[in-house]
């Protein structure tokens, strides 16, 4: 299914549970577009999901180009019907801190 969706140029999902850490990744190393955005926080105190325009793993000295606050336990859906492209890559990191770097 994957495979066509890569060929037809159809979106294709991605899923991650956090360990408990930064999660620092990337979900594409190649320009992209992303469409829509679900997550949920578990924990008590808000986080933060940090996207970046990247082809590697971004660290924390970086600069994210959308940061999208996921309060607790309040499932965030953000969808992007135009999409948002992202000319290096796709790539994210998870927070305690809003701060961009």
Do not use: C, E
């Not at 990744?25 to 926080?41: E, L, R």
């Not at 986080?47 to 924390?60: C, F, G």
């Amino acid at each position: 299914m994957a495979d066509q969706a890569r060929i037809g140029g159809g979106a294709l999902p991605y899923h991650l549970i956090s360990l408990g850490t930064v999660n620092a990744t990337v979900v594409k190393a190649t320009p992209g577009q992303v469409y829509s955005v679900q997550a949920v926080n578990i924990n008590a105190a808000v986080r933060y999901l940090k996207l970046y325009n990247k082809a590697t793993t971004p660290a924390q000295t970086d600069t994210p180009v959308h940061v999208i606050a996921l309060p607790p336990s309040v499932p965030v859906s953000w969808p992007i019907p135009v999409g948002v492209a992202f000319s290096a890559g796709i790539a994210f990191r998870l927070t305690t801190g809003i701060a961009d770097n």
